[in-house]
């Protein structure tokens, strides 16, 4: 009986031994499965988030050079430096566009597309521009053409392979072009590589042996998956892409889930056979515990990834290019933000519209992802409003009203915009509860004076007040958030302005924006130690150099004569002495007197009739590297570089009466052209210097 009750103790054991080992296995495979699920999820939800921010960076910039060409339509030669220095400024931008309809330029013929596309050469990227509209490439038939024609927005074409630009397979964004009338005249076009959004989502492969696809909304291949195996299970996760229609799959094996459940289940079972009540015990705790940590393991994975793709959406808002503006010597700035946590409620911009920079520098109250939220409707509210808008006040006017609104959570920001004229360095600006800039001007640094308005996001209907000041050439404003004024020590005592000042008059002369906000960084670092950063800390420094830009500026200095002269041959001797005061080298004053003289005196004959009496405008136009020449005359019409060259091996007694004279203008000059306009004559002859 005992060996029956002890048969009977084995079996009940191993059937309960047995029934929680399937217990904990369908838990596993339960907990597994959620894992592989909330993985695929978060990994899709960021490739979406990264794919449209791209998208975002594509249309914007799409937008702009858009706008561009409107502005410049009556300067086709223009289109390609546009279509180019979008390409150049726009990450993962292919090649850009500009397609007009037929013949909308008579000169340039039926087709003008101007396009420029990144290439590759060796490990070197390049941007190539050219016009590539032509029989062999009609782009009037390309979907995107017809589209952009047909849809007033911004549009995603199917994808499809470029054979005369790119020459490789492309997806492409297309918008129309419209004159000051509204018509449409041609379309704008961005291109991205599917090899880039390939490289792009590559990371979605989460598993060895798992795929990702991604398909357009028409269900074409942008990224192609291989083909599945007959009669294998998969597990299909799908996230659709806002901002371009399409749509996004992870693809997972059932076996490449559960590979190693199956495993550890052939070890569990082999340890239940040894010890079957401990082992019910510790499998039965392990099983809950592995649960939980698969559960915080994802939870951190999937908070930590967005928190990363936050900050990096955050940062790329700001200004991060310097020095920004290479074709200016008038200006020196320098920011950086560094944030407390992953992100950060700090922010500052700046940019240059009508010659005036107008600049930004805010902080918003709390920290973190909210935070942020509101430091990227502040900057972006700050782009839009002053877009359109020179006064600093009603600028910040604006921008708190429409902060005021949308503010539920009861946040504000505190902010500092000025607006800069870089021509005599006067700025007005409003403060809106912020820091005081700091004016560095002769070795002494000073806060400049600020009235106590409103943070914004307070009060709708605030009236905001502005001042002024006047930046003298070599000072520099310095602007910047409480982190650095409020940055604490082990022991709790706050760096403070006076700090500040006396950092800034150490600076001395001769160093640049850059080295002033590295040389700040450095000092409140050494003064907080170890402490840990409670508050993100931003700074920018900005220096006025308005003699650099006149320097710059008188190099490219244009110098212009005009001779008005009647139609009377008498008046020749004149044209010599004219030519003699514009400061010509003197090895060409000779040749380019004779050549004005046989040009000027071919007009008084063929233009003016002996019966008819008028006047002879003759203009220099003289740079550094040549000196231009327009003859005008409102005479009848003659173009003297239609006649026919004379044949100078001839003897003089059988040679052609005319031709010698213009003849010797085209050998001595450079350039000679001709032109009839508004009833007038127009001779242009230029000679490098």
């Keep these: 009986m005992r060996s029956y009750s002890g048969l009977w103790i084995l079996l009940v054991a191993a059937a309960v031994l047995e029934l929680t080992a399937c217990v904990q296995y369908f838990y596993s495979r339960a907990g597994i499965k959620a894992e592989a699920m909330q993985r695929a999820e978060s990994e899709l939800k960021k490739a979406e988030l990264q794919i449209n921010v791209v998208a975002a960076q594509v249309e914007t910039s799409l937008k702009i050079m858009t706008l561009m060409a409107e502005r410049n339509l009556a300067h086709p030669d223009s289109m390609l430096s546009i279509s180019r220095m979008i390409v150049e400024r726009t990450p993962y931008m292919k090649g850009a566009a500009i397609a007009m309809r037929e013949g909308y330029y008579e000169s340039e013929g039926k087709w003008f597309e101007a396009y420029s596309h990144e290439q590759m050469t060796g490990d070197k990227s390049t941007v190539v521009s050219r016009r590539i509209g032509s029989a062999e490439h009609d782009y009037f038939q390309s979907e995107w053409y017809r589209n952009g024609l047909e849809i007033d927005s911004c549009w995603w074409c199917e994808p499809y392979y470029d054979d005369e630009g790119a020459k490789e397979m492309l997806v492409s964004c297309s918008m129309p072009i419209k004159d000051r009338s509204g018509e449409i005249v041609g379309v704008a076009l961005a291109d991205v590589s599917l090899a880039e959004l390939q490289r792009l989502s590559a990371y979605l492969q989460i598993y060895p042996d798992s795929y990702y696809s991604i398909k357009s909304g028409m269900g074409i291949d942008i990224v192609t998956p291989p083909d599945t195996v007959a009669g294998r299970k998969y597990h299909i996760f799908t996230e659709d892409i806002d901002a371009t229609g399409w749509k996004m799959e992870i693809i997972i094996p059932d076996d490449v889930i559960f590979a190693e459940l199956n495993k550890v289940g052939f070890v569990v079972t082999i340890m239940m056979i ?65 944030p407390a946590k992953e992100v950060g409620g700090d922010l500052y911009d700046f940019y240059i519209r009508d010659n005036k920079l107008l600049v930004c520098i805010g902080d918003v109250s709390g920290k973190g992802v909210p935070a942020s939220l509101v430091m990227a409707v502040t900057r972006s509210l700050f782009r839009t409003i002053s877009f359109n808008d020179n006064d600093a006040a009603s600028i910040v006017s604006k921008m708190n009203d429409a902060m005021a609104e949308m503010n539920e959570q009861n946040m504000f920001v505190t902010l500092f915009l000025g607006v800069l004229n870089l021509n005599d360095g006067r700025m007005e600006y409003c403060n809106a509860g912020h820091n005081a800039p700091i004016l560095y001007s002769d070795g002494k640094a000073s806060e400049i004076a600020v009235k106590a308005n409103l943070p914004l996001g307070i009060l709708s209907g605030f009236a905001f007040e502005s001042q002024t000041t006047t930046l003298n050439s070599k000072d520099t404003l310095f602007l910047y958030t409480d982190g650095l004024s409020e940055a604490e020590n082990s022991g709790k005592l706050q760096f403070g302005t006076e700090r500040v000042l006396n950092a800034i008059e150490q600076w001395g002369v001769g160093k640049d924006a850059k080295q002033e906000i590295e040389s700040m960084e450095t000092v409140v670092k050494q003064f907080a130690g170890d402490a840990e950063q409670s508050d993100d800390l931003t700074m920018v420094s900005i220096h006025y150099l308005p003699e650099n830009q006149k320097k710059l500026e008188s190099k490219l200095i244009t110098e212009r004569y005009s001779l008005v002269m009647r139609n009377d041959i008498q008046q020749i001797p004149t044209l010599s002495e004219w030519v003699e005061s514009l400061g010509v080298p003197d090895a060409l004053n000779m040749t380019i007197n004779l050549a004005l003289e046989e040009a000027v005196s071919n007009v008084m004959l063929y233009a003016y009739p002996d019966s008819d009496s008028g006047r002879v405008l003759v203009e220099a136009e003289k740079k550094a590297e040549s000196i231009t020449f327009t003859i005008t005359d409102s005479g009848i019409a003659f173009d003297p570089t239609k006649i026919s060259e004379p044949d100078i091996n001839l003897p003089a007694e059988e040679r052609q009466i005319g031709g010698l004279g213009i003849h010797l203008v085209k050998q001595i000059m450079d350039e000679v052209k001709y032109e009839r306009k508004d009833g007038k004559n127009i001779l242009t002859l230029v000679k490098n210097l």
């Design 274 to 338: 040894i010890g079957l009540a401990l082992l019910i015990f510790i499998m039965y705790h392990s099983a809950k515990d592995i649960l939980n940590l698969i559960k915080i393991n994802s939870q951190n994975e999937r908070i930590e990834g967005e928190l990363n793709i936050a900050r990096n959406i955050q940062m790329a808002m700001l200004p991060k290019v310097f020095p920004p503006y290479n074709d200016r010597q008038d200006l020196n700035i320098y920011g950086m933000v560094l």
